[in-house]
């Protein structure tokens, strides 16, 4: 089972575009997955679920808020199996080859849930807290490993918020991979540097701390790549600014991957609404096909890069 994490530091980048076409077109193709929503604004969530059936069904005690709620009340937090849902609507178009795509829900008052985490830190000696530190920071990672024993996921893809708070550190320390979506401009560039900084303290930090725990194994999550979004078309290639910073990406010394979601403000922003992503959309039009196809493309070099792993 591979977990994967799509974390950039900045908002409104395509995090969760690229998320859950992926996981649509992987499903589609007979893979089972599993997306978790860590992230307060929910995006993914009403990706899959409309905001009533959240509401309804899900908002009081089935999101992933409440699982980290009873972390921060210093309780041993329910099986992650609790707050797995099943999205119907994009699970009956993703056929027949035995794939699916269950979710577990996020919540708005999830940016709450960071601050009390925080209070579990520290502790009256080092060692205290150290033990502290690895607790609060790798309950995913066991609960996503518990859950693997039950379920027979194939892949988990987590949707991380733009920021580097202990539920996105949650997410890094769970992952063996990190895809990084990020527009080609002077911004996400910045972010893409100090992204990867982040996260070689973290696992440095968690293995040094969990060298001191017995049964804790060290990390080594690694960058799957830089995948680019919302490019700008013309004669067949991304317009001269954009390959501008796709060339400074890659002089970071980050992976890069070939393939990207191109700029489509129609086609991507009533897709969510519809609760099925644009890959697996029905469509009439040659741009929306073009973008499929691209997408498509973009899942196979996904596909071989954790192929090669
Ligand atoms: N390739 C794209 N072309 C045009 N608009 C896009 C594209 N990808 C995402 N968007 C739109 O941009 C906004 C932010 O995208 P989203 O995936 O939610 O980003 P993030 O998760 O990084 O915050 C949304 O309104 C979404 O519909
Ligand atoms: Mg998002």
Redesign the pocket.
Known sequence: MHIVSVI?YK???????VTANLASELAWRGYKVLIIDTDAQA?LTFSFVTPDQWDAKYKSDKTIKSWFDAIALGKEPPPLSDFVIHPEVVNKRVGKKGGKIDLVCSHLGLINVDLELATLLGGVNMTQAKKNYIKVHGKLKEAIAELAEQEDYDIVLIDCP?NFNIVTKNAIVASEQILI?AKPDYLSTLGIDYLQRSVKELVKEFNEYAELNEGTESISPQVLGVVF??IQITSGEPIAAQRQYISQTKRLGVPTLKNY?????TI??DAPQALVPVVLNLYSSGTHSDIVTEIEKFVNEFEGLLEEL
């Open positions: 950039n908002g409104g980048v395509g995090k969760t575009t995006s733009p979506p979004t919302m979601f191109r700029e489509n403000k991507f922003a």
